[in-house]
């Protein structure tokens, strides 16, 4: 069954939608952000990159954070969403609401967000406040807790794995992955390129092994130019 939302606030929907993301993981900031359906709907492909920003101000002017995402990416939900017209009035435009969770601690309140991409056009504006799982002012500092068990001896070594691939810069997708050895603990590292035109989407750890995967992805303009990119993992075999 299709559902029918009254357009009563944006602020609403947000509160519903963000209490969803936020059951996932705590780190995780839940945002929602409402576009034209029949633009979003003819135009967008899988492989359309879009860049979500978080700004404190509301006319997104100063960043807090980005992220970048694929229009076909599994963490991204597009909710196609029928407004109930009222009687009397103009029918509203089709609406489209793209949801996901960000990899940013819950900032402090309030919060705005821009999505760009090459079908993306704004409902209710380019920047879009963003209502649910944000945090207040900090409060007083508590009691110092009582002290922690003695940690693990320290590590027996520590070493760098590398992997370094050249991308054809047609910008078709790629994972470039480096792992520690099995049992081994990963201490840092990361992802970066020779082109500036490129965004690094880095994750860390998978089941059973840890290390960093590393996913090159186009620029805000979409330009692609060729890039060798190097993906480190610091690695630890810790002494029991």
């Known amino acids: 069954m299709k559902r029918v939302l009254c357009w009563l606030s944006l602020t609403a929907y947000a509160l519903l939608t963000l209490a969803f993301g936020s059951a996932s993981q705590a780190e995780d900031f839940g945002v929602a952000y409402t576009v034209e359906e029949k633009t979003f709907k003819r135009f967008a492909r899988s492989d359309d990159v879009l860049v979500f920003e978080l700004f404190s101000n509301s006319n997104c002017t100063s960043l807090l954070h980005s992220e970048v995402l694929f229009a076909g990416d599994e963490v991204l939900v597009v909710d196609s969403v029928k407004r109930l017209r009222v009687r009397g009035s103009t029918r509203p435009p089709r609406m489209a609401v793209l949801r996901t969770n960000l990899d940013v601690v819950s900032p402090f309140a309030p919060v705005y967000l821009r999505v760009t991409g090459s079908a993306v056009v704004g409902l209710g504006g380019d920047c879009q406040i963003q209502m649910g799982a944000v945090m207040g002012s900090p409060g007083p500092q508590g009691p110092e807790g009582a002290a922690?068990?003695?940690?693990?001896?320290?590590?027996?070594?520590?070493?760098?794995?590398?992997?370094t691939e050249t991308s054809d810069g047609i910008c078709s997708p790629m994972v470039i992955e480096v792992w520690c050895d099995a049992g081994d603990v990963l201490l840092g590292g990361g992802c970066w390129g020779t082109a500036d035109q490129w965004y690094f989407r880095v994750n860390s750890r998978r089941p059973g092994d840890e290390g960093w995967t590393c996913r090159?992805?186009?620029?805000?303009?979409?330009?692609?130019?060729?890039?060798?990119v190097t993906v480190s993992a610091i690695c630890s075999d810790i002494t029991p």
């Open 148 to 163: 922690g068990p003695t940690g693990p001896a320290a590590a027996e070594s520590v070493y760098t794995a590398k992997n």
């Open 216 to 228: 090159p992805v186009r620029n805000r303009a979409n330009s692609c130019v060729p890039t060798t």
